[in-house]
T-cell receptor
Framework: GQNIDQPTEMTATEGAIVQINCTYQ??????LFWYQQHAGEAPTFLSY??LDGLEEKGRFSSFLSRSKGYSYLLLKELQMKDSASYLC??????????WGAGTKLIIKP | GAVVSQHPSWVICKSGTSVKIECRSL??????MFWYRQFPKQSLMLMAT?????????EQGVEKDKFLINHASLTLSTLTVTSAHPEDSSFYIC?????????????FGPGTRLLVL
């Protein structure tokens, strides 16, 4: 079966750095997405990785290792507004998005 | 990024009535739109994939006669919840894929909260 694992919840301190991991087992791979979802709102796109390596976009970076079936989202200089759920999603061989359950990130002052 | 709108943002209705939700891509043409449902503190659940001009593809366990999807144009898809019941109360979110490539990013609408009394 297809499976995406990410931690249920993480806590970090304002101004610090946090890394949210995502491991996947899917039938084929056509890229991995990270989305941010604030409580009560729809997800917003953060990043897309299809090749191995690190993609940096401001305070957020996303890393992919296809051989390990692994990705992480790195958030630097955490701000209170970064408190949200972070969703990992993989595009499989049928170009279907397989979603993780999301990681709830709690930022403390 | 691409903008997707949804209307209405909130619906409260009586049990047995039908509710229509619209999803529009405002600044791009979306050949494919997706409908999701999300219950509190749960992950997104894909309900159906909608391609312009053809019948929607429903996920297993989703009743196509209850959740009617129409994708009549490249910028509009509608979801109609027929004979809604309290268990249909949920957060319904649409997304649209920009461009013709299958790996294009999905952009989400703001969602519609449905409460069935």
């Amino acid at each position: 079966g297809q499976n995406i694992d990410q931690p249920t919840e993480m806590t970090a301190t304002e101004g610090a750095i946090v890394q949210i991991n995502c491991t996947y087992q899917t039938s084929g791979f056509n890229g991995l997405f990270w989305y941010q979802q604030h409580a009560g709102e729809a997800p917003t796109f953060l990043s897309y990785n299809v090749l191995d390596g690190l993609e940096e976009k401001g305070r957020f970076s996303s890393f992919l290792s296809r051989s390990k079936g692994y990705s992480y989202l790195l958030l630097k200089e955490l701000q209170m507004k970064d408190s949200a759920s972070y969703l990992c999603a993989v595009l499989d061989s049928n170009y279907q998005l397989i979603w993780g359950a999301g990681t709830k990130l709690i930022i403390k002052p | 990024g691409a903008v997707v709108s949804q209307h209405p943002s909130w619906v409260i209705c009586k049990s047995g009535t039908s509710v229509k939700i619209e999803c529009r891509s405002l600044d791009f043409q979306a050949t494919t739109m997706f409908w999701y449902r999300q219950f509190p503190k749960q992950s997104l659940m894909l309900m159906a994939t909608s391609n312009e001009g053809s019948k929607a593809t429903y996920e297993q366990g989703v009743e196509k006669d209850k959740f009617l999807i129409n994708h009549a144009s490249l910028t509009l898809s509608t979801l109609t919840v027929t004979s809604a019941h309290p268990e249909d109360s949920s957060f319904y979110i649409c997304s649209a894929r920009a461009g013709a490539g299958e790996v294009e990013t999905q952009y989400f609408g703001p969602g519609t909260r449905l409460l069935v009394l």
